[in-house]
């Protein structure tokens, strides 16, 4: 029996690493939300890996740290471990990886959201979304409850029809143990939402107290903390170590002797899975000539005896998966706590979706997270903010934040998704951005920061930080450029040391810090006015010193860039009508309805022949309004 339940601006239906962006996000902006979760207990749950960031990754958990999002803060509070990846490379790869305390991670975000103004969290399932004239009016849940709302966002990751399948075992489930949703599919459906089905894997997990580290080797943290939070600050920390072992030929042999009795070959997997992060078995087969492939054993957490075995997900049965397991050096006696499994779920198609995450055909529905299409809480925590600030934007009557793929990681995520689609699960890499060089993670909060203050999202406390250290980076860069040193002794001596050419001339500090073997935090050997700067300010400003070629460079392809993105296209355009199209262009056109020339160009299947031909029209159409 349905009953009216109560009136929100915003639903969330989804507590997991989108929705509790989303639901913050829009609570934040002074909107009335609810959120729920099929169980109060997985709020924030890291289903898999018990990490975020890594390449690329960090760079998205910095950038909605910048725009006000919490993941960014959380992890810096749940930390055991962290590294910063690629450090031999440039700048533009370099990435913190962090791992986090998985159970501390959750308390902390369910207390978060408990705190937080504007919102409430409900224990419900959601079966229905109620829909008037293509516009969303409210949910059911499957007690019954109406709740009135004007904007639902859809966060439910794996949930949606979830099927766990462990070797020749398969049932309706969700992850960990929690029951999946089996209702919301066939009411999305019924609103004209085409739905995919996806898969993706976890390792097992095993008991810390069984495994002999003497076979593996340490992998200790970083001993320099960075935060993945701009608002973290100095960050002191006892850090648990991972180890590293690897899988053999016996490993090997094992699992192809049992392949028979993998569902991903006896076809009782159907859903796609991640192509990024491959099953164990899936990497021997596909991969026959490796010898060994490597295993990172990673503590769950400090109160926990959990390990997760990386590298390892699996769908094999039990009994195969054990022999694997003991195959491995290290792992011999090993007691395995929880199964590996895969779950299949619905997902929808992202190309139904605009650039703001909202439904093309139903107003005020929103999309975020696994349920596009992507793997990874860092994707859905990017999304989920997005989708979150949009919905508020809308029912303030306000136009929707669009990031485009020269402004953040962000960016390049959404419009992959909408513009191109996916049919596995999306993972963000660096090199599906154009312009890493300007999206690094060190200058997320210069590049994003100001946006997410005029949407309302940024505290002013936040906002104020940003400033000075804005302030401090151009002020410190400027005295570089004013500030000349010339040839003596104390400068002889620092440039001699450092392998670095005598200079003739007086030169600028500037001008020497372009010197690769020259190092800003060497600098105060010859310059008394150094002034103390954090490490995060100094290490910013030798990157822009040192790159600014580079950075420039890339600075004018963006703007080209830019140029064909302000190119907008009107979204009642008749592609059928446009003489010169190819047949494929005009389906696809119609089909995404791109927003700009730019997000035309990026759909396949349009070729720059189309593109010209759209060129002219639009000028053409153009030039008819003028007149
Ligand atoms: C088995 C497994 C393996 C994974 N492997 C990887 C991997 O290898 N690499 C990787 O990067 N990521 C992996 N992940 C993915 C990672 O967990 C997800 O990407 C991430 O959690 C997605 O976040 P989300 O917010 O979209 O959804 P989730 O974190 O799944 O949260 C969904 C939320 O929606 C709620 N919900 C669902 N349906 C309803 C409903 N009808 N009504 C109310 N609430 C509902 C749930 O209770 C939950 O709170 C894996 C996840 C699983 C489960």
């Known amino acids: 029996m349905e009953y ?95 791992q986090v305390d998985k159970k501390k991670y959750q308390e902390r975000m369910k207390k978060v959201l408990e705190i937080q103004d504007n919102l ?15 516009r969303v009016t409210g949910v059911v849940t499957n007690l019954g409850a109406i709740f009135k709302c004007r904007s639902v966002i859809v966060a439910t990751g794996v949930y949606m029809k979830g099927k766990i399948v462990i070797g020749e075992v398969s049932y309706d489930g969700g992850p960990n143990g929690l029951f999946p949703a089996m209702q919301l599919s066939g009411s999305l459906e019924s609103l004209g939402v085409k739905l995919m089905r996806f898969k993706t894997g976890t390792p097992a997990r095993i008991d810390s107290r069984t495994i002999d580290i003497e076979k593996m080797t340490v992998q200790p943290g970083d001993e320099h903390i960075n935060t993945l939070s701009f608002m973290t600050g100095e960050l002191r920390l006892d850090q648990l170590p991972c180890y590293l072992t690897y899988t053999n030929s016996n490993t090997h042999e094992i699992i192809r002797r049992s392949i028979h009795r993998s569902p991903l070959y006896t076809g009782d997997i159907t859903g796609v899975g991640p192509r990024y992060c491959p099953s164990i078995e899936t990497k021997i087969i596909n991969f026959p000539d ?22 390892m997900s699996s769908s094999l049965p039990e009994d195969v998966q054990l022999d694997v397991l003991h195959s491995v050096p290290g792992l011999e006696n090993c007691h395995m706590m929880r199964t590996a499994y895969a779950i299949e779920y619905d997902c929808i198609d992202p190309q139904q979706l605009q650039l703001s995450l909202e439904h093309k055909r139903v107003e005020g529905l929103y999309f975020a997270g696994q349920i596009n299409g992507t793997s990874g809480y860092e994707e859905a925590a990017a999304q989920g903010i997005m989708a979150g600030i949009n919905a508020a934007l809308k029912l303030k009557g306000k136009a929707p934040l669009i990031l485009d793929r020269s402004e953040a990681y962000i960016g390049v995520l959404i419009d992959d998704l909408v513009t191109k689609g996916t049919n596995e699960p999306y993972r963000i890499m660096t090199s599906r951005a154009e312009y890493r060089l300007i999206l690094r993670q060190d200058n997320a909060d210069l590049r994003l920061t100001q946006k997410g203050y005029e949407v309302g999202l940024v505290s002013a406390d936040r906002y104020q930080r940003f400033i000075e250290k804005k302030t401090q980076i151009d002020k410190e860069i400027e005295r570089l450029k ?38 800003y935090f060497t600098l105060d050997q010859i310059d008394e006015e150094m002034p103390q700067l954090e490490m995060e300010v100094a290490e910013e400003i030798e990157i822009q010193i040192k790159y600014e070629g580079y950075i420039r460079k890339q600075l004018l392809q963006a703007e080209q860039f830019k140029k064909l993105e302000s190119k907008r296209m009107p979204q009642d355009m008749d592609y059928s009508s446009i003489k ?11 089909e995404v309805n791109p927003t700009n020339l730019g997000q035309a160009s990026r759909i396949s299947g349009v070729s720059p022949a189309d593109i010209s031909v759209l060129m002219v029209y639009i000028e053409q159409m153009r030039r008819a309004k003028k007149e």
């Open 4 to 98: 009216y339940a109560g009136e929100y601006d915003v639903v969330v239906i989804g507590a997991g690493h989108a929705g509790c962006e989303s639901a913050l996000a829009s609570a934040r902006m002074g909107l009335r939300t609810l959120v729920t979760a099929m169980n109060l207990d997985s709020i924030a749950m890291m289903a898999c890996n018990p990490s975020i960031g890594g390449p690329a990754k960090g760079n998205l958990v910095r950038e909605l740290d910048a725009l006000g999002g919490e993941m960014g803060v959380n992890t810096d509070k749940t930390l055991i471990q962290i590294r910063m990846l690629n450090t031999k490379k440039g700048p533009a790869v370099r990435s913190l990886r962090a």
């Open 482 to 519: 004013k500030k000349t040193i010339s040839m003596n002794d104390p400068v002889r001596e620092y440039l001699e040391s450092y392998g670095s050419a005598h200079i003739k001339s007086g030169i600028s500090l500037y001008e020497l810090l372009r010197r690769p073997e020259i190092s």
């Open 580 to 590: 010169g199209l190819s047949l494929e262009a005009r389906q696809k056109l119609k």
């Open 120 to 134: 409430q969290i409900k224990q419900a399932e959601i079966v229905k979304i109620l829909v008037e004239n293509q």
């Open 290 to 311: 490796k010898n060994e492939h490597q295993i990172f054993i990673e503590p769950e957490g400090t109160e926990t005896r959990e390990m997760y075995v990386q590298g």
